[in-house]
């Protein structure tokens, strides 16, 4: 259950900017601490089990990223020879392990996102200048299932007469190919033919005939003036800091990294907070339902 | 990643939703039928249906499939919208990302393509294979640029680079297409037609379909 | 003043006849009102063009007022709101995936604001009970929660008529009565004017202010129920429409002449009452035939009628099935099928029927246990949804559609087909005939299968495309699909599943015939009376097992409230009897 209510747009705009910020960010104590945040964020909001599908997701992806940026990227000074004279640069592997650290930052920032804003509230959000659009998704949400029930039922009656017609050869690729889009084709008629009585209900019920309202209605409240303050404020000087260099190291075309100069700085700080009100929001509602 | 990259992938993807979102606007204000809006709604639902790895299907993937089938039989608009509407629902199902937006592009692009090539595409079958086949590719490499997002630079090397490794699932998808667009072109194309010609293009006139030839 | 008045209405679907011809009725407010008739009668026509923004295209003449307006003129958000339209099937009418927001979607509609709209979904989902499921998923509804939450959804529009297309229809017979239960208060309590057209009327008879009955697209018979129902009787078709009390009133009058003048009965009590009055009459028929001898006679016959069909065809041993381990729908089933019977297996919704049903044909495969039946043994099935079955374009197509994949190389069984063919009245001319259409020579085949068409009576249907034929129809040809495989057993899923009483009396009239020819079927029905009428077995699932397996006869008259209205009524007097036929033969009447 989602617990922590903010507006829905004021989510929008938080998650998109932390995904522009794990862009942008390339420090590795930026990165980690990060990285650390976005993961209690989501253990907090109770999805751990989503974290395995984001990690089957992200170990090819990552895999790509740093095999590949070594190989198309030669563009470092410190080389590391690999067969004669071919070489990889140091530079770009670093790059690739940092750009799949982001990747990975991003999938959770994500998953994370997609627990935070129900689709009810996207399309309150979207409804409002697009209401056929938003229409159409909600209804193809409930078809899905429909549809699922359908599908499992022609496949049974497509076994079934398999079966009791007595072709039960071996199956190429092809015949089950063919006998998908069958099954497939069946679903289609039957659920155009039975869409267009939905189409007649809705009209019944007078959809079209004025502009639509919704159920739901947010409004801003303090407690999102409050986070929508402490955001402008962090992302501000974070902005800044970045502008003169803090969370960014130089990789090419010579890596540049020492472990002292970046730490303990207003920048850093800021940024820190920037990531925590939602943990501490979610960490209160928390304590509150235990 | 420099700020000159980061800002002109940004601009790019402000330009991808644009488009987006200008072509709903445009849907929006042709005050499309009731009976045009569940039609779309179906049709996505069959596509996500038909790419959804269930226990049902086993490996095919048939959503490109049915968006270019849209986009022959019920006309450009309507091939956009659903292909753009498919993996924004799978989102809303599987969970959103911003490979989402990439995805629509790819699949709308693809929707509006068949319905603007519709008619040699729906006399000619090797033409229609051809085409299913390339648009393999093509989806694939819309949706690779998710994977360039995170290379050092775009460059001709690491674009390749990208293009080959995902070259065998582009493959795999670009056949699949092909054969279902050969085996049962006539098959879907007798069953949407029946639909438009019933329920969309219905005689009383007050019909503003989106798909006038 | 007629809150609706129709006036010479006639309405035409383009090039054809007329589908409502001079059409003049008028309904008060706070009417309920009964449409009846024969599917293609017209009866959904009529109240589609109440409607204006489902009204079909077409021509019509004459004029339907709503409120003294011409419906034609009828401002748009008027006729949305105040005029609610609900159809047969639950789950055509959904539009989003929760309850909550299925019951909010008319009022979005409307434009109201979040507060009212707010207010308005509190209030129905309190009236209803529906508080509960509002954040459900609607395809975790069943079948009566689901119209309910249709029906919901028109409510909260505050529609001053609801028309009402079969919307029982596709319930099982509990959901139905309450629902029906419900339309009744709106009805009373506040005074919503309905318009129904219903072909189990059973139930709804009783509470309803006009009937109307119609035919071919005219007004048959349009009065108080009944008045209509002394109308209706004389009709040969229309008697069949009526509620079984008023048919034994009727059957009894004939005979037998009641004391003092009585009112039609139209329910149980009303019908009991009447017995009540005939006591005397009744109970000189000789008790002995009626009572203990009776009940032995009945009891050797069932015994003998259940053993005749010795040859167990399949028999299902210790079968479990479940999706969920908390929820396990069959516990340990034994069941045996026999050669040549005729099986219905009722019980509640969610009892596990269809699931049975699916597991005996094969369709889906038991957890634990095992079904066992002869290795040649062919299966016929058909879906509660026979939609699922077509993809062809033409009814023609659909059922040449097995001659093209006839197997060539195996040889078939001695099914059924073999059966129907005059010329071959034993199993030896059977396998002929069958090594023969193995052989490539069709043309017996063929011929059996213009006996199929023939003995369906579709041939007027062959060039239609399947979805356009009408559900009762549909079920046939599904039925005759199954039929061309030459099953040796084929099994219904809800055969009678909104098909009207007239090709009601059809079908079971060609099952029972495909029956006597040596076919057996397994069916799964909540239809009460039909089971009892055509069936020679009946078989009760109850919280995961078989609760009770014997002839109908004793299944239902054992029951209080799970019987047929026949043995509801005249339980007093003949506890065995649970059909009109039984009633009448030991009445002789």
């Known amino acids: 259950m989602k617990l922590t209510i903010i507006h829905p747009a004021v989510y929008v705009i938080y998650y998109l900017l932390l995904v522009i910020l794990a862009f942008l960010y390339n420090d590795p104590y930026y990165m980690i601490s990060f990285l650390i945040c976005v993961s209690a964020l989501i253990m907090l909001q109770g999805i751990s089990r989503e974290f395995k599908n984001v990690i089957q997701f992200f170990i090819p992806m990552s895999l790509l990223i740093i095999i590949l940026n070594p190989l198309v990227a030669q563009v470092g000074t410190t080389r590391i020879y690999v067969l004669g004279s071919y070489f990889i640069t140091l530079e770009a592997l670093v790059y690739g392990i940092l750009m799949s650290l982001s990747l990975l930052i991003i999938l959770l920032l994500f998953a994370s996102y997609n627990r935070a804003v129900s689709y009810q509230e996207m399309l309150y959000l979207f409804s409002k200048r697009f209401p056929h659009i938003s229409m159409i998704i909600v209804m193809a949400l409930r078809f899905i299932p429909l549809l699922s029930y359908r599908l499992t039922e022609v496949n049974k009656i497509s076994r079934f007469n398999q079966e009791n017609q007595g072709n039960q050869k071996i199956e190429s690729r092809v015949d089950k190919i063919k006998k998908t889009a069958q099954m497939l084709a069946v679903v289609v008629s039957w659920s155009l033919e039975e869409s267009m009585l939905t189409a007649k209900s809705m009209k019944a019920r007078g959809y079209g005939i004025m502009k639509r309202t919704s159920y739901l209605s947010y409004k801003l409240r303090k407690i999102d003036y409050l986070f929508i303050l402490v955001i402008s404020a962090t992302t501000l000087i974070c902005t800044m800091g970045l502008a003169n260099g803090f969370g960014r190291i130089e990789i090419y075309p010579t890596l540049h990294f020492s472990v002292h100069e970046s730490m303990f700085n207003p920048y850093y700080f800021s940024f820190l907070i920037l990531l925590l009100p939602l943990i501490y929001l979610e960490f209160k509602e928390r304590l509150i339902w235990h | ?64 499939f049915i968006i270019i089938m849209t986009g022959i039989v019920f006309g450009r608009e309507t091939g956009f919208i659903t292909g753009v509407l498919t993996p924004l629902v799978l989102g809303l199902f599987l969970g959103l990302g911003y490979w989402t937006i990439l995805q629509m592009i790819g699949w709308g692009l693809m929707g509006l393509t068949a319905g603007i090539f519709r008619v040699k595409l729906g006399e000619n079958s090797y033409i229609r294979a051809g085409f299913g086949f390339a648009w393999g590719f093509f989806y694939g490499w819309i949706t690779n640029i998710s994977m360039l997002l995170f290379l050092s630079s775009v460059t001709l090397t690491s674009v390749l680079g990208v293009y080959i490794a995902s070259a065998p699932f582009d493959l795999l998808h670009g056949v699949t297409n092909a054969v279902l667009l050969i085996l049962f072109f006539g098959l879907f194309e007798r069953i949407f037609k029946r639909i438009r010609d019933r329920y969309i293009n219905s005689p009383d006139g007050e019909a503003k379909s989106l798909n006038k030839q | 003043m007629a809150l609706v008045e129709f006036e010479n209405f006639s309405f035409r679907y383009p090039k054809q006849k007329n589908t409502l011809s001079n059409i003049n009725l008028d309904v008060s407010p706070g009417e309920f009102v009964l449409l009846c008739g024969p599917s293609g009668s017209g009866k959904t026509t009529l109240l589609a063009n109440i409607k204006n923004e489902i009204k079909p295209v077409g021509d019509s003449e004459g004029t339907i007022y709503y409120d003294g307006v011409d419906i034609r003129n009828l401002e748009e958000k008027r006729s949305a709101s105040e005029i609610g339209f609900l159809f047969q099937n639950p789950e055509d009418q959904f539009v989003s995936d929760n309850v909550l927001q299925e019951i909010a979607f008319s009022l979005e509609n409307m434009g109201l604001s979040t507060g009212e709209i707010r207010n308005r979904v509190a209030e129905m989902a309190a009236f209803f009970g529906l508080d509960k499921h509002l954040y459900r998923n609607v395809s975790e509804l069943s079948g009566g929660q689901k119209q309910l939450v249709n029906l919901c959804s028109l409510l909260v529009l505050k529609p001053k008529l609801l028309l009402l297309d079969e919307p029982t229809s596709q319930l099982d017979p509990i959901a139905a009565y309450d629902f029906l239960s419900i339309l009744r208060r709106l009805n009373e309590e506040f005074s919503i004017t309905i318009m129904a057209t219903e072909h189990k009327i059973d139930n709804l008879f009783p509470f309803i202010d006009k009937a109307v009955f119609l035919e071919d697209g005219f007004i048959k018979y349009k009065d108080e129920p009944r008045r209509v129902c002394s109308e209706a009787w004389k009709n040969d078709i229309f008697r069949n429409y009526l509620p079984s009390v008023t048919r034994i009133h009727f059957l009894l009058q004939s005979k037998y002449q009641s004391p003092n003048k009585v009112e039609i009965p139209l329910n149980i009590r009303e019908g009991r009452r009447y017995l009540s009055l005939l006591n005397n009459q009744l109970e000189e028929i000789p008790r002995a035939q009626l009572n203990g001898g009776l009940k032995l006679n009945e009891a050797l016959n069932s015994q003998n009628s259940l053993d005749k ?9 210790d079968v479990w099935f479940g999706y969920l381990k908390e929820h396990i729908v069959l516990e340990g089933i034994f069941l045996q099928v026999k050669q040549g019977e005729f099986l219905s297996m009722l019980g509640g919704n969610g009892t596990g029927k269809t699931t049975l049903l699916q597991i005996l044909s094969g369709l889906l495969k038991p957890q634990k246990g095992k079904v066992i039946h002869g290795k040649d043994l062919t299966l016929g099935y058909v879906h509660q949804n026979p939609l699922i079955h077509f993809h062809q374009e033409t009814v023609e197509e659909e059922l040449m559609e097995l001659s093209a994949e006839f197997p060539e190389d195996k040889s078939r069984s001695t099914g059924f087909l073999g059966f129907l063919s005059e010329h071959s009245s034993s199993k030896k001319a059977t396998s002929s005939v069958n090594r023969r259409i193995s052989s490539g020579d069709r043309s017996v085949f063929e011929h059996e299968r213009e006996e199929l068409i023939d003995l369906f009576g579709l041939s007027e249907l062959l060039g239609k495309h399947p979805y356009d034929c009408s559900g009762g129809e549909q079920q046939k040809i599904a039925i005759t699909k199954a039929l061309l495989t030459n099953p040796d057993i084929l099994f219904l899923d809800e055969p009678t599943k909104g098909i009207d009483p007239m090709s009601k009396l059809h079908l079971a009239d060609k099952l029972k015939k495909l029956q006597e020819k040596g076919l057996t079927i397994v069916m799964t029905t909540h239809d009460i009376e039909f089971a009892a009428e055509y069936t020679e077995r009946c078989v009760l699932l109850f919280d995961g097992g078989l609760q009770v397996d014997d002839t109908p006869k004793s299944v239902f008259s054992n029951n209080n409230f799970y019987t047929t209205f026949v043995n509801r009524m005249v339980k007093d007097y003949l506890p065995d009897c649970i059909t009109l036929e039984d009633v009448k033969e030991q009445w002789m009447i």
Not at chain 2, 35 to 57: D, F, K, Q, Y
Not at chain 3, 309 to 317: A, D, G, P, R
């Open chain 2, 1 to 64: 990643m420099d700020y000159l990259t980061l800002g002109s992938w940004i601009v790019a993807f402000i330009v991808m939703i644009g488009v987006i979102l200008a072509f709903f606007r445009i849907f929006e204000k042709s005050k499309p039928r009731v009976e045009h809006l569940v039609l779309i709604a179906i049709l996505v639902a069959i596509s996500i249906l038909g790419s959804l790895p269930t226990a049902a299907i086993p490996g095919v993937q048939a959503a490109s």
């Open chain 3, 309 to 317: 069909h010795s040859k167990v065809l399949m028999e299902c041993k």
